[in-house]
T-cell receptor
Framework: NAGVTQTPKFRVLKTGQSMTLLCAQD?????MYWYRQDPGMGLRLIHY???????AKGEVPDGYNVSRLKKQNFLLGLESAAPSQTSVYFC????????????FGPGTRLTVT | AQKITQTQPGMFVQEKEAVTLDCTYD???????LFWYKQPSSGEMIFLIY??????QNATEGRYSLNFQKARKSANLVISASQLGDSAMYFC???????????FGSGTRLQVQP
């Protein structure tokens, strides 16, 4: 049981490049989330999904897109990377019932130069 | 809008002593959940403890307990008998009833000294 996995673990992009971060969970969770963590700060919600085929915006969605074509996968895309998107990205998943505890992936450290 | 406030950027505690990490929250939703996560230097987010807004008793998990004072809107984490391995960032978070997503505070860095 791998839990929540994220690919890749590290990435360096040049400004304007695009990339996709992959999150996979094997716990059959309905809900999935993408957060970003900037230095000295807590996590902020980018996008989330309450089920296969559905997505919604979080607090900081600009510059990102997401897709959830399969229940176990949640993809985060950066179409044109900017230095302000340098951050650590965390994926999380949870059941759709209380206590809604979220299980986090190990994170992806992204640097945009 | 929901808000979580952690007013202690850093804390020091001696090994084997207890420590309290403060967390206050603001929400207009009567149904909510409060969480504490630990983030060691390796970076992963580790779930510690949960308290539901309708729970009558304070939550406990081993050496962790949550001092929930609903009227004061506070949810402080108490770590008893601190260990060197407790040195980490600690985040308080609240679940939004609508989105089921978490709103995080800015964190408290705890350093346990031998």
């Amino acid at each position: 049981n791998a839990g929540v996995t994220q690919t890749p673990k590290f990435r360096v992009l040049k400004t304007g490049q695009s990339m996709t971060l992959l999150c996979a969970q094997d716990m059959n969770h309905e809900y999935m989330y993408w957060y970003r963590q900037d230095p000295g700060m807590g996590l902020r919600l980018i996008h989330y999904s309450v089920g296969e085929g559905t997505t919604a915006k979080g607090e900081v969605p600009d510059g990102y897109n997401v897709s959830r074509l399969k229940k176990q996968n949640f993809l985060l895309g950066l179409e044109s990377a900017a230095p302000s998107q340098t951050s650590v990205y965390f994926c999380a998943s949870s059941y759709s019932r209380a206590p809604y505890e979220q299980y986090f992936g190990p994170g992806t450290r992204l640097t945009v130069t | 809008a929901q808000k979580i406030t952690q007013t202690q950027p850093g804390m020091f505690v001696q090994e084997k002593e207890a420590v309290t990490l403060d967390c206050t929250y603001d929400t207009s939703d009567p149904s909510y959940g409060l969480f504490w996560y630990k983030q060691p230097s390796s970076g992963e987010m580790i779930f510690l403890i949960y308290q539901g807004s309708y729970d009558q008793q304070n939550a406990t998990e081993g050496r962790y307990s949550l001092n929930f004072q609903k009227a004061r809107k506070s949810a402080n984490l108490v770590i008893s008998a601190s260990q060197l391995g407790d040195s980490a960032m600690y985040f308080c978070a609240m679940r939004d009833a609508g989105r089921r997503a978490l709103t995080f505070g800015s964190g408290t860095r705890l350093q346990v000294q031998p």
